[in-house]
């Protein structure tokens, strides 16, 4: 798969297919924003295939001290993966491995002060070993980790204060072109990086590229 996009335009809880929960209660969405259930939750995209190596970029809708939020990349539906996590009242953004949900600092991955605001983008990307993190676009840190090679993407959230935390516009590219483009439903799209014709999905505001 090439890109998988979701606008969350159907009110769900958890997430519905093509998502599936990892950890916890899973997020939910209302009114076209994401945010989770209560104490810690992932929710994955298990529906569909990816290819290897990813990028995972959201969307800040709303911010609030105690829901923190993150990305998955090479999740599974048990816990596992690489976590890019923002600690919203430290502002400051961490990558982690996770097994069973269970969090390992990875070196070197540590960005503070990041100033992080609502309509800004958070980037997680995985390619061979190599881990990138990014803030609208401009890179913030890099480094290597070997412990999964694989998965599926997604999202982690933590919540403390009822979800005022929001996230919008989720967005996974595969960093390997494939060969088809589907649509899954009104507020999932897939597509495929390279091809050059636009299809709006009706009534959802959808793009497939």
């Known amino acids: 798969m090439a890109t998988f996009t979701d606008n969350f ?8 297919s ?28 298990d ?12 969307e800040i809708a709303a911010l609030n001290n105690f829901d923190n939020l993150g990305i998955i ?10 976590l890019l996590q923002y ?18 600092t990875i070196s070197g991955m540590f960005s503070g002060n990041i100033g992080l605001l609502v309509g800004d983008t958070l980037t997680l990307q995985v390619s061979g070993t190599t881990l990138t993190t990014y803030k609208n676009g401009v890179l913030l840190k890099t480094t290597t980790n070997a412990t999964y090679a694989s998965g ?28 088809s483009i589907t649509n899954v439903d009104g507020d999932d799209t897939v597509t495929d990086g390279q091809q050059n014709a ?12």
């Not at 529906?47 to 959201?58: A, H, P, Y």
């Not at 600690?87 to 390992?104: A, I, K, W, Y």
């Open 9 to 16: 335009a159907t009110d769900e809880n958890p997430l519905a």
């Open 87 to 104: 600690d919203v009242s430290g502002d400051d953004l961490r990558v982690f491995s996770l097994s069973g949900g269970v969090e390992t």
């Open 18 to 45: 093509p998502w599936a929960t990892s950890l916890g209660g899973g997020l939910r969405s209302s009114g076209g924003e994401v945010f989770g259930n209560s104490g810690t939750t992932i929710s994955v995209v």
């Open 47 to 58: 529906g569909e295939s990816f290819d290897n190596d990813q990028s995972v970029t959201i």
């Open 198 to 209: 636009t299809l709006t999905v009706a009534g959802f505001g959808n793009n497939i590229n």
């Open 73 to 82: 990349v090479r999740g599974d539906t048990s816990g596992n993966g690489y």
């Open 152 to 179: 599926k993407v997604g999202l982690w959230y933590e919540n403390g204060n009822g979800g005022v935390t929001r996230l919008v516009n989720f967005s996974a590219e595969g960093l390997n072109a494939s060969a």
